[in-house]
């Protein structure tokens, strides 16, 4: 009974992962309507972009809110990849599928985007600082608890792959023996 309920819970989580995607979808087709809106938008001015606070005026290069849109754009679609994996995996998991190939696959692939999303972030901060942005977004405020809590991440992602390694190698002895 207790196993029922957990792989109903697992298929939900997936089915909710492959949905949070299309969100994200979204996510990244309102900030490409925000990249043609600083071309277009009327607040542009010889490669300068203009913030009209009513009291006071900023003008900045252009270059900076393009590159906070392209890296958001290019860290949604990290995200959405790692999202695809993860709602796959779970529902392999609702259906009983735990060590195969498949799983294992995905468990590196899923490593390997993290490792991506962590050094992108890091290199992401760098870039910011080296250019004296500040205040950019609460997306790019990226502190020391946020890193660790994707190298958290990374650790629990690699000991799964080692027991999944395991698991695969015991239940293809167990097969041989049968």
């Given at each position: 009974?207790?196993?029922?309920?957990?792989?109903?819970?697992?298929?939900?989580?997936?089915?909710?992962?492959?949905?949070?995607?299309?969100?994200?979808?979204l996510l990244v087709f309102l900030l490409l309507i925000g990249v043609v809106g600083i071309f277009f938008g009327g607040q542009t001015s010889h490669?300068?972009?203009?913030?009209?606070?009513?009291?006071?005026?900023?003008?900045?290069?252009?270059?900076?809110?393009?590159?906070?849109?392209?890296?958001?754009?290019?860290?949604?679609?990290?995200?959405?990849?790692?999202?695809?994996?993860?709602?796959?995996?779970?529902?392999?998991?609702?259906?009983?599928?735990?060590?195969?190939?498949?799983?294992?696959?995905?468990?590196?692939?899923?490593?390997?985007?993290?490792?991506?999303?962590?050094?992108?972030?890091?290199?992401?901060?760098?870039?910011?600082?080296?250019?004296?942005?500040?205040?950019?977004?609460?997306?790019?405020?990226?502190?020391?608890?946020?890193?660790?809590?994707?190298?958290?991440?990374?650790?629990?992602?690699?000991?799964?792959?080692?027991?999944?390694?395991?698991?695969?190698?015991?239940?293809?002895?167990?097969?041989?023996?049968?």
């Amino acid at each position: 009974m207790g196993v029922l309920y957990m792989n109903r819970f697992l298929k939900i989580i997936g089915y909710g992962l492959f949905l949070a995607q299309y969100v994200i979808w979204l996510l990244v087709f309102l900030l490409l309507i925000g990249v043609v809106g600083i071309f277009f938008g009327g607040q542009t001015s010889h490669g300068s972009f203009i913030f009209d606070y009513g009291n006071f005026i900023i003008n900045i290069p252009i270059i900076f809110p393009l590159l906070v849109l392209f890296m958001t754009i290019a860290m949604c679609f990290i995200v959405i990849k790692l999202l695809k994996i993860w709602s796959i995996l779970m529902i392999d998991f609702s259906d009983g599928k735990y060590f195969n190939f498949k799983n294992l696959k995905y468990l590196k692939k899923s490593f390997l985007f993290l490792l991506g999303l962590t050094i992108f972030q890091l290199s992401i901060n760098q870039i910011f600082n080296y250019l004296n942005i500040d205040n950019v977004s609460g997306l790019f405020d990226l502190s020391i608890k946020n890193y660790f809590v994707n190298i958290s991440f990374l650790i629990l992602n690699y000991l799964l792959i080692i027991v999944f390694k395991k698991g695969e190698k015991i239940q293809k002895d167990n097969e041989e023996i049968i």
